[in-house]
């Protein structure tokens, strides 16, 4: 008899992220500790690895902007941490970038799959590159999944947390490749009466349902 694999449990965009309790390279940490900050919590397949290094180093260099965003990050991979820790400290030794955030050790998976890090069809032991965009008040707001082969654009997460942070405080959208200073997209009008009134309330508008202003 053929036995059918469990699907993957993914968590839900706008409601509230898993909660967890675990030993880091940083001690022992829980997604509680975030509240009142947002927080990228990110998987890696494993220590030693190259790509996953060309990521860490990159978070690594981004940490101070997105401190500036009241962001937080937190790594993981199904690994001990005392291969964290050396993982770090090779990084450090061989390419001189520190690694300030710290590294959920995740040997019993526990974290991962409440997350739906472990992607079977990629690998039943290993976390698949996936990213999960945190809110200060413990919501998920995005999840990117990305292959194992391939690694993460780290400058988009950022460019991520500020467009939600944007839209949060100004009840905006904003368009696609959207950068700080760039124009928003006001949201459509939600009757017909306000559509007639759309196109003589100031905005940059396209047709009725389109219209952008500058922050």
């Not at 990050?73 to 030794?93: E, Q, V």
């Not at 991962?112 to 590159?129: E, K, L, W």
């Not at 396209?206 to 922050?215: E, G, T």
């Amino acid at each position: 008899m053929n036995e059918t694999a469990s699907p993957t449990v993914l968590p839900r965009l706008n409601e509230p992220a898993p909660a967890f309790e675990t030993k880091t390279t940083h001690g022992p940490r829980k997604l509680s500790d975030y509240k009142g900050k947002w927080l990228v919590l990110f998987s890696h397949p494993a220590d030693f690895t190259p790509v996953c290094t060309t990521e860490f180093m990159a978070f690594a260099k981004a940490y101070p902007e997105f401190k500036k965003l009241d962001c937080e990050l937190l790594g993981l991979s199904i690994d001990s941490n005392y291969a964290h820790i050396a993982w770090a400290r090779a990084i450090k030794d061989k390419f001189g970038v520190e690694i300030p955030f710290p590294i959920i050790e995740d040997l019993s998976m526990r974290v991962a799959n409440a997350y739906g890090m472990i992607q079977p069809g990629a690998s039943d032991t290993s976390a698949v590159r996936a990213t999960f965009i945190i809110d200060d008040k413990g919501i998920l707001r995005a999840m990117v999944y990305y292959p194992m082969s391939n690694g993460r654009s780290i400058p988009e997460f950022l460019r991520l947390v500020t467009a939600l942070q944007t839209s949060d405080k100004h009840g905006v959208a904003t368009p696609e490749s959207w950068q700080p200073g760039d124009k928003v997209i006001v949201p459509p009008p939600q009757t017909q009466e306000a559509a007639e009134k759309r196109a003589g309330e100031g905005y940059e508008c396209s047709d009725w349902y389109f219209c952008k202003k500058s922050l």
